[in-house]
């Protein structure tokens, strides 16, 4: 929309709830016009590029930069001691600071950046790089969660808890373990009701390692002069930038400027610090702007998705009822720990699931090993967990000849409840989820399942998540002399439409068009502190800190008003407000809103408290599939995707944000797989790791969500991006099982899998490779 | 490309065809079929009238090979000498029957493609020949189909391909081609199965034995699009699926 074109007069101020505003950036990105850190350069800038460990584990004896010294256009080629001349202690990392800016010593994974080239081309760079060599004395390593735990190889000799976790305290200087952080939950007596169960179930579940893929590759340009840096960077999360920054230097954080432009795309891959400190050490070095921008290639080397493997028991009584269950998860969070332990406890919290039992025992464990780093990736690891709890579900209920509905609906938690951690269930509207995922699923029909090569299937799976908590969002709303409103926000628009959404809110409050409010671009010069565009928490969070900011502005118009003698209810024009007060078209109106829940953290020996979240999401998916027997082909005939995401402020943008997790999903469920021999990533790129695309599309898709009100939501709304994710997997799974009988416990679903499992329970098992 | 940017393959030197590129990029029909420039791209074969009319089998494959932007840019020289097993056009030109004209310092040679490949990503071209012309005989009402089969995102590489070509009346089978690629290191023959079908009439049996045969006459490659053992299956069936597909049968499902 060109702003000559401005809908005032078609659309009816407040209300801007409810409305599927388009998305207010979306004509600049249609148009290449949005600016994105890879398009962006500085005058004298430089150009990186990594040289990186080809050994998953072993000691640096030397590294030879000689010959990519001489190669004309280098101006350096930097290596962890170069950098530590200026920055003392180079180790960086959210819940820990175990990352050292480049390899210190040691390298502990296939990709870790050991060198950078500096030069003035990127093709020159490229060249240096490869120019480079190092020699390693190389050790064991140790890539398997499991194995982790009791391995005798450690990727770290000391763990390194950053300060600003006081739960990670005690973990400050341990010694011979890979156990970065265990999350634990105790609710009554395991062990005694399982014992005492009529029936016992126990299975294993496992996930691979999967990536992000933003279409957009990590980017950061850091510009140092002795007097501040800025940064430009494709950041999820500047204000948390900023401070990691400014610790690394040893400078106030007004010294450092985060600037982040459009994104193209994160789902969590750009989250807490990536390339930022690179960027900043080279740019120290070279005292001239410094861009540092990944190859698609390059990402596979950079964050993933954590592989888990879940271990899970349920007791039954007689009755159907499960009475106890316990949840062992070990997390494969790769050579440095990133976000992992917060993972870890996050989703450990929600292990059990959905359901109401009254003697639970959780135990997650974050793990080092010595691969790719694994971080928060659209469901932080609850995704992991509803692939297993929502696969033994259904496997208790076929065995017991239940009924998987009539079973779920018996156990389920509901408003009311309490929850496994004794907070009591508000506003979580599960059974309606799981009421309309069967509803447009027609269940209570029976499924033609077919009797030739092609058999059919349905199943469904239900899940629930807290929110990552206690967070803290501000916002700045602007009024200008003539009326026309700015919002300030770190909140990252990486196409989800969170500015749009942000627009309907202060909209709303001030009774403006939400297109005709402006959001500037994030700039911790300007825009406030916000935790991070993460876990579907800023329509709730960043949304209740702008509502608050406009209805302050709103408060201060009103204020106005009365100082220049306006009577109670007059409608006279905001700009002729400012006039009167200040003789002309000048002045300011600024309101400010801070958001943070109330929280109260777990128990350390029982993980249990009376508020972990302040909303719960909720989802649901069911699936119908068609198998070749033949060859174990499995295609996905309908795909039913269900959330509650309490009001839907834009329900277009709510639309494309489960259909967006749903298929995203659907890859990582099917055949997304990062291939590794020897710690060495075989598939690293587009060509050999494929993505969905258009032709994998489910026949039919339902993208949808159940009327309901968070009680303490902005306008009674909840978040949205990752809630799609969770149910994908174990819905096709359980459908795959009804089909044709056979039950897959590790991901991806592929052909090869499913025609293994057919051989295999016939009799006739197809040989290994 | 891929392997220069992956720095897996770093030339010495490179040659531009660009200033010769008009004079290999033309279609043209005579009685004895197709001759396909090199250096024609995907997209122009795609959409070549001349190519429905003679060689629809070729233009049935476009629909899956690839994407769009990779057809505008890519060649059907370029498909055939880069000797990558899993590409879609060496084993359909090779059912067709497909020739090429090959230049070089001493002349031009006339080679069959089933002739080109020696093994993974090896030909039998010199350093100093480049592909100048495809030859594809037309079709003529031979009954033809190509199946893709990929195991992870349909528009991934195939983890098999199977191209058909056949001539089959109530009676027999008159003449029939097989050519199986991507499990396999190289696009190959599938000779025993084509000796199986030929002189017999179809029936479910017949492919069977003739799928029996196809299996035991290659070697079968694993890779992360399947294990040597699951290729072989996905053969066994594929083989029977593409020759009724060739029929325009359907076959049990």
Redesign the interface.
Known sequence: MAPTETPAATTRAGSQIGRSVPRTEGRDKVTGRAEYVHNMRLPGMLVAKIFRSTVAHGLIKSIDTNAAKNVPGVLHVVTIDDVRKLIPNPYYGPAFHDQPILADKKVRFVGEPVAAVLASDPHIAEQAV?LISAEYEELPAVFDEVEALTSNVFVHDELQPAATFADLKHLKGLKNTNLALSFKLRRGDFERAYAGAAHRFEHEFRTQKVLHLPFEPHATIADYKNTGVTLYTASQGPSFVRTEIARLLGWPENRVRIKVPYLGSGYGAKLYIKLEALALALSMIARKPVKLALTM?EMFYQITKHPCTFRIKSGLDNDGRIVARKCEVFWNGGAYADIGPRVTQKAGVTASGPYDIDNVSIDSHALYTNVTPSGALRGFGVPQLVWAYESHTDMIARELKLDPVAFRRKNLMRDGNQHTTSQVLKDAAIEPVMDLVLDRMAWARQLEKGI???RRGRGFAIAIKTVTTPTTSVAIVNVSADGSVTLYCSTIDMGQGSNTVLAQIVGEVLNVPAESVRIAQPDTDVTPYDMGTLGSRSTFHMGHAARLAAEEARDKIKQLARDVGEPEGSNIPIAELFKKRYGMQAGNIVGSGTYKPDYVSPAPETGLSPNVTPFWMSSGAGAEVAVDT??G?VEITKLVNVIDCGTAINPKLVETQISGAALMHL?FT????M?FDGGQV??A?L??Y????I??LPGTMENLWVDNFQGNGPFGAKGVGEVATFCVSPAIANAIDDAVGVRLTELPL???AV??ALRAKAGNP???? | MLMMKAGVFRPAKLVSLRKIESDYTAITVDARGLTIGAMTTLSDIEQSEDVRAHAPLITQTMLTLSNVRVRNVATVGGALAHGDPHMDLPPVLMALDASMTLVGPKGERTLPVADLFTGYYETVLALNELIAFVHVPAQNGKQAAYMKVTTGAVDDWPALGIAVVIVSDADAVRSVRIVASAATDKATRLTSAEAALKGNRIDDKLLKRAAEAAVEEVEFVSDMRGSAPYKRELMRVYVQRAVRAALNESGER
Not at chain 1, 670 to 673: A, P, Q, T
Not at chain 1, 690 to 693: A, D, F, L, M, R
Not at chain 1, 766 to 769: F, S
């Open positions: 490869q290639e030739g090569v092609i033949e060859t082909h890859g099917m055949f997304e797989k291939h075989t598939n790129s060509a050999d494929k993505i969905p695309g032709r994998d592929n052909p090869e025609y293994r197809l040989d290994e490779a």
